[in-house]
């Protein structure tokens, strides 16, 4: 199934923080990393007193099923040390499932596509990079179209060419 997944961090070294959470989805031989997207220094949503965040998006193809795929995030985002307490705060790592194939779910801890995916600048931007034609199964538009409906909002920066690292495709 094709996944694509948002990446954030704004703690530590947030773009190792990123680098590393990709190649650990990447390492299992269940997923493989079809593209990812620049970085992008995001300033926060919600709760602004805070760093600001680095943020990407990659597409994965993976042999797990839906929830099986959370789960695996999310474990992910435990080693890394996350820890979920206030909402919208700083991270460590966060790890979103934004589409996962043409699939629509929404249950208890699990909305697929990501339920504020079209109002986030900072997800759209990197999604747009790698897929600019993909259709959101609810709303019937593209990323691209979304993304030009957006009002102005908060500052989505490119990570200098220099600074991004080499995308293990």
């Known amino acids: ?19 590393r959470a990709i190649q650990d989805i990447v390492s299992d031989g269940r997923n493989h990393l079809l593209k990812c ?43 890394m040390g996350r820890e979920r307490g206030e909402r919208w705060g700083p991270r460590v790592i966060d790890l979103d499932i934004l589409f996962f194939g043409d699939q629509v779910l929404n249950e208890d801890g699990l909305q697929v596509p990501h339920p504020r995916l079209h109002e986030r600048r900072f997800v759209l931007v990197p999604l747009k990079e790698i897929a600019p034609q993909l259709e959101h199964p609810l709303l019937a538009k ?12 908060e500052k989505v920066i490119p990570v200098p060419a220099t600074e991004q690292g080499p995308c293990t495709v």
């Not at 990446?7 to 680098?19: F, K, P, T, V």
């Not at 990407?56 to 839906?66: C, F, K, N, P, R």
């Open 37 to 79: 997207s620049p970085f992008y220094r995001t300033e926060p949503v919600g709760k602004k007193d805070q760093a600001w965040f680095i943020n990407g998006v990659i597409a994965v193809e993976t042999s797990l099923g839906l929830r099986e795929f959370l789960d695996f995030l999310l474990n992910i985002e435990r080693k």
């Open 1 to 19: 199934m094709l996944a694509y997944i948002g990446i954030g961090s704004n703690l530590g070294d947030a773009l190792e923080n990123c680098r």
């Open 142 to 153: 593209t990323v691209s179209k979304i993304i030009s409906e957006l009002p102005e909002g």
